[in-house]
């Protein structure tokens, strides 16, 4: 539910945000023809093989749920609704870039990721359940890098892959005789999204703005109260990725 108001709220606002985005799209061009003759710090850092380096990552996630076929039936009356809210994190990862051509580069990030997502379950004739799943998951995405051409010190990019993903702890469940939400272990997700190299003499620092999209059923008991009213839970998460190469 809130990701469909969220959708929406970006719908009314459509055209204020392409304005927006034209507006930074050409002030960044602007200051690239302005920076495009200035002395290169590390003119050569583009044409390494292969480089290393490390990353932190801030950021903000969502269960996007469906309901199953049980929850509009009177089989299960009692659960009105199922309201999943956002919940932010961080990750700390290593960065292993491979030069495959001029404009194109594989890279690896393996990464450590803390993850706190909130669920409420709201039921007809008791109050209401906040659910909450914490987790550590091991990531490692594999991603592919599409780059601008470099003007001065600065270039941009576009990048997208997968994550696969496994849990390495969580929060557990003490009292067995205590239903709760359960998650898989596993992860899989799509990512997409962009960034800026910035050049400086001794090292390369590159903000990024990461997408990723659950595309595997994360559900694991959905026999117990909270599971019953669901059929699918995904995870959507918006990162922003500092990296120091």
């Known amino acids: 539910m809130h990701l469909i108001n969220v959708w929406n709220k970006l719908y009314l606002h459509r055209y204020k945000i392409i304005a927006v985005a034209v507006l930074v799209i ?59 809210s956002w919940s932010s994190g961080f990750s700390l ?17 393996p990464e ?49 892959g997968v994550k696969p993903g496994i849990e390495a702890s969580g929060k557990k469940n003490i009292d067995q005789t205590k239903p709760t939400l359960e998650i898989k272990e596993t992860h899989l997700n799509l990512e997409a999204g962009f960034g800026f190299d910035l050049y400086y003499p001794l090292f390369k620092f590159s903000p990024e703005i990461r997408f990723s999209r659950g595309i595997i059923d994360m559900l694991g008991n959905k026999t117990n109260e909270f599971g019953q009213p669901l059929q699918r839970v995904n995870t959507n998460t918006i990162t922003l990725y500092l990296l120091f190469q």
């Not at 061009?29 to 990552?57: C, M």
């Not at 309901?67 to 299960?76: G, I, N």
């Not at 290593?94 to 580069?105: A, P």
């Open 112 to 160: 450590v990721a803390f993850y706190e997502n909130k669920i409420r379950y709201q039921f007809t004739n008791d109050p209401p359940v906040d659910e909450t799943v914490e987790n550590t998951i091991v990531e490692f995405p594999i991603l592919l890098k599409y780059k601008s051409e470099r003007r001065g010190n600065i270039r941009m990019y576009m990048i997208g």
């Open 26 to 84: 050409c002030a960044f061009h602007s200051e690239a023809q302005k920076t495009r003759w200035v002395e290169k710090n590390n003119p050569n850092y583009d044409n390494r093989k292969l480089t290393y380096g490390f990353l932190i990552g801030i950021h903000s996630s969502i269960y996007q749920i469906k309901y199953s076929e049980k929850f509009v039936t009177r089989d299960l009356d009692t659960v009105s609704a199922v309201l999943p």
């Open 93 to 109: 990862g290593f960065i292993v870039n491979y030069r495959l051509t001029e404009f194109l580069d594989l890279r690896l990030t």
